[in-house]
């Protein structure tokens, strides 16, 4: 069976005129499934749903985990909706529910969520959507992989019993920060957060006032080739803090 081809548009994309500023993803047999799903998106929802707003970004990405274009796309947008369609769930409906509620980017702007970016992450619509679809009468909800703690979180603020497990010692301290500030009324929660502007403002006017370690400057650009892997405010801060 021939192959079948979506393209997205980059506006970075190194091509000239701007309108061949596209990649044009190739789906084999065997992904013709998540083809089905992804060919009616424009290329905008499908940046969004590979997590990456830059073609830069993108081989950057591509680069790092030693992978084409092509594959690093087809690999992310499995990562993606694999959450959102369940597979070999025998008489299970699917998920009726736009697929970008299963990114993080989607649950931007969201209570808590911004707190710390994590790509694999997703929204607490999503979590909602999946709970409606197949156990709308669950009081109880265990996740294994919480990550930065989307689903126990959800659980807990719809009155529900959330328990979760989490491997990663960062994750598990950014997700009980989460819940106990949840715990908080307004007037505390006011006043932790001027705390932490105060905390945040000390910290940068200390920073600003260290020499970077040219060291570490060098060693990063030597390691990265010149490659843009951090923001220039991440690097210029890491540099001094380290």
Not at 74 to 102: C, K
Not at 132 to 144: G, H, L, N
Not at 194 to 216: M, R, S, W, Y
Request: net charge neutral; with cysteine; hydrophobic share 35%.
């Amino acid at each position: 069976m021939k192959q079948l081809f979506k393209s997205i548009y980059f506006q970075d994309y190194p091509a000239k005129p701007s309108a061949h500023r596209h990649i044009r993803l190739a789906f084999g047999d065997n992904e013709r499934s998540l083809y089905n799903k992804i060919q009616n998106l424009s290329s905008e929802e499908l940046r969004r749903l590979l997590g990456m707003e830059s073609y830069e970004e993108l081989a950057e990405h591509a680069r790092s985990n030693a992978l084409s274009i092509n594959r690093a796309c087809i690999s992310l947008l499995h990562r993606t909706l694999g959450r959102t369609i369940p597979l070999d769930m025998g008489d299970i409906p699917a998920l009726e529910s736009d697929p970008l509620i299963a990114t993080y980017r989607n649950g931007h702007g969201e209570h808590l969520h911004s707190w710390f970016p994590l790509l694999e992450g997703y929204s607490s619509r999503f979590v909602k959507a999946v709970m409606q679809t197949y156990v709308p009468k669950a009081r109880k909800i265990f996740d294994p992989f919480a990550g930065t703690g989307s689903t126990p979180l959800t659980v807990a603020s719809m009155g529900l019993i959330g328990y979760y497990c989490e491997i990663n010692p960062v994750l598990q301290f950014v997700t009980e920060t989460k819940y106990r500030t949840m715990q908080l009324n307004d007037k505390m929660r006011k006043e932790l957060a001027e705390k932490v502007q105060d905390i945040a403002f000390t910290i940068g006017f200390q920073l600003g006032n260290q020499n970077p370690d040219e060291h570490i400057r060098e060693t990063y650009s030597s390691t990265f080739n010149g490659s843009k892997f951090f923001d220039s405010d991440v690097v210029r801060f890491s540099v001094r803090c380290l």
